[in-house]
């Protein structure tokens, strides 16, 4: 193995740190070096190249193509002219916005609270709480919330003795705002896990400059607090859009597909309910979704670029 | 599934602002208010569907339904399923990702960069659409298997994988560790197996317990391509007794995190007692 040489300078090959090519003058050479480079590293592009570029290609391939196979764009024009599955577009980016920004705020409280508290205890069981909820998802909490909420469970039969049972004043767990509420649950723990390091970043010092120089907790969190923290929070808000966006176990076990947001729709056809002259309205939906998150993942990849020449 | 970037799962330190250092020590009511009210938001939904997994269907407490989980018919196969698959996609994501960040860290670290959009990917292309895609391009061989499921996890693994091991090695001295044993005469694999493998250890215990919390709580794919893991059994013996539902989903929840909870407090110890040796 040749040492590295840490004197390798910034115009070396993309690939090669320990590139001894200096000036250019093989480019042919450097070309083959470069590419011997790479080989232990094509594992890896193969494997996503096939688990996740084929199949996004060929479902944005067959988004523009009609049951024949010819080119079209009927099945985007059907999707944008109104009618269910625009409703569900529309459902899906309702849901995906009040379940990403709700959860971003109270997330980014709760992040500060558990980095702030004294009492190991509880900051140890919100923290592993966070870690499990927000990665193990779907079904089960879908199953607690029925336990917790449902129309006979036990806080609402709680509120009910109150005189406020939330089913008699408009709530209901199987209806887009219900799903929403459940949703929280796994939003909230999310945006703690996702923010916790960029609070990490927010140092004390600055805090004590601050206090140092006459300013009030309000000002400093005007002027310090928020400007450093704000591409974060609005960075992990949009991860949180994708995430809300995409769900689908937790709606599905919950409601059984009796929703129309974009995922339930792509889970229906997929089971095989499709109208006749719009086999490929699916593929459609699957691109819509894929646009919108690349959109929100742009947002993402932007602002905590932004954010981490802060909180390095 | 909410399953995105949280690296820091298991090495989930908590930031230790000293703030309480200056000359104030207030209490703080709404800190406390807020870890309080978002306790109760944690636990008495789990609470609730605890207490219902102990009823029977009048509505009496009764332990019947944990009693008669093993009896269900298809729990077991459908819970041996969600193992085998769990254990596949570990294998495969540790065996395909382990030795190309290890050569990553040390020869091609720009490649980094790209490494982190692409493994961003996962989450921009959700698995109710990368399924649909996946159903059409796979050959029918690999349709009529199970472990085509296997095969999309280890892409939806892959973020939590590259991240937790990519915190890891950026903690250590790869080169050096790397030529030392080299130069020692390790081939390497023994390198990789006998220097790095130990020392990257936490970040490969929670690249696993995030892989298997995935795979075993995976609904969307499974539920889809057809197969009955557990997450998807659970939802269709809803229909037959939602007691016993419960009483799995939340035994499958709870397990998943005692199991977090142990390995985290199984590696905090022993790097505890590690820096314990080397300060004394």
């Known amino acids: 193995m040749k040492i590295p040489s840490p004197l390798s300078d910034g115009t070396s090959t993309p690939s090669g740190v320990d590139d001894k090519d200096r000036g250019g003058r093989h480019i042919t050479g450097t070309l083959v070096r470069s590419l011997r480079t790479s080989v232990p590293v094509l594992p890896f592009l193969a494997y996503i190249t096939l688990g996740l570029l084929v199949p996004t290609l060929v479902i944005i391939n067959l988004a523009f193509r009609s049951d024949r196979g010819a080119l079209t764009l009927s099945n985007i024009s059907t999707i944008v002219h109104g009618g269910e599955y625009l409703t569900g577009f529309e459902n899906s980016i309702k849901l995906a916005l009040a379940t990403s920004i709700i959860p971003a705020v109270l997330g980014t409280m709760l992040a500060y609270a558990i980095a702030q508290s004294r009492f190991e205890f509880l900051k140890r069981l919100v923290a592993t709480a966070s870690g499990v909820l927000a990665n193990f998802g779907g079904v089960n909490l879908a199953f607690m919330f029925v336990a917790t909420f449902g129309a006979n469970a036990i806080v609402t039969s709680w509120l009910a003795r109150l005189g406020l049972n939330p089913w008699s004043h408009g709530f209901d767990l199987y209806k887009l705002w219900g799903v929403a509420f459940v949703y929280f649950y796994f939003q909230v723990p999310l945006m703690v896990l996702i923010i916790t390091p960029a609070l990490n970043g927010l140092r004390?010092?600055?805090?004590?400059?601050?206090?140092?120089?006459?300013?009030?907790?309000?000002?400093?969190?005007?002027?310090?607090?928020v400007p450093v923290l704000m591409p974060s929070v609005l960075g992990s808000t949009f991860l949180l859009f994708g995430s809300g966006l995409s769900a689908y176990a937790t709606t599905e076990a919950l409601t059984g597909g009796t929703i129309a947001i974009t995922p339930i729709q792509i889970g229906a056809y997929l089971q095989g309910n499709v109208i006749s002259g719009e086999e490929h309205i699916g593929y459609a939906l699957g691109f819509g979704m894929i646009v919108l998150l690349l959109i929100s993942i742009l947002g993402y990849v932007l602002l905590r670029a932004r954010s981490s020449k802060w909180l390095q | 599934m909410a399953s995105v970037v949280a690296d820091n799962i298991v090495d989930f330190e908590l930031p230790m602002v000293p703030l309480d250092l200056t000359k104030r020590r207030r209490i703080h009511w709404g800190r406390g208010l807020i870890l309080w009210l978002a306790a109760a938001y944690f636990i008495i939904p789990i609470y609730a569907a605890l207490k219902f997994s102990l009823q029977d269907i009048s509505g009496k407490f009764s332990l019947s339904p944990i009693t008669a989980i093993p009896s269900q018919p298809g729990l077991a196969a459908a819970f041996f399923l969600s193992m085998r698959l769990a254990f596949v996609t570990l294998a495969i994501v540790l065996f395909l990702m382990v030795p190309t960040m290890i050569?990553?860290?040390?020869?091609?670290?720009?490649?980094r960069r790209f490494m982190e959009v692409v493994t961003i990917l996962p989450i921009v292309i959700p698995p109710i659409v990368l399924i649909l895609g996946v159903l059409e391009a796979a050959p029918l061989w690999l349709k009529s298997s199970p472990y085509l499921l296997s095969l999309v996890y280890v892409v939806l693994a892959m973020p939590f994988v590259y991240r937790s091991l990519d915190s890891g090695l950026g903690a250590l001295d790869v080169k050096t560790l790397v030529e030392a044993a080299r130069s020692l005469g390790s081939g390497w694999i023994s390198t990789i197996w006998r220097v790095l493998?130990?020392?990257?250890?936490?970040?490969?215990?929670?690249?696993?317990?995030?892989?298997?919390?995935?795979?075993?709580?995976?609904?969307?794919?499974?539920?889809?391509?057809?197969?009955e893991t557990l997450p998807v059994w659970i939802v269709d013996f809803d229909q037959t007794n939602a007691h016993i539902s419960t009483a799995v989903a939340m035994l499958s929840l709870l397990g998943t995190w005692a199991l977090l909870t142990l390995i985290v407090s199984i590696d905090r110890s022993n790097s505890r007692r590690r820096r314990r040796n080397r300060a004394s």
């Open chain 1, 204 to 225: 004390p010092a600055w805090r004590e400059a601050a206090e140092n120089l006459g300013a009030s907790r309000w000002r400093y969190w005007r002027h310090v607090g």
């Open chain 2, 103 to 111: 050569y990553v860290h040390m020869k091609m670290p720009r490649f």
């Open chain 2, 197 to 227: 493998v130990p020392n990257l250890r936490s970040a490969l215990l929670s690249a696993t317990v995030l892989t298997l919390a995935l795979v075993l709580g995976e609904f969307t794919m499974a539920s889809l391509d057809l197969w």
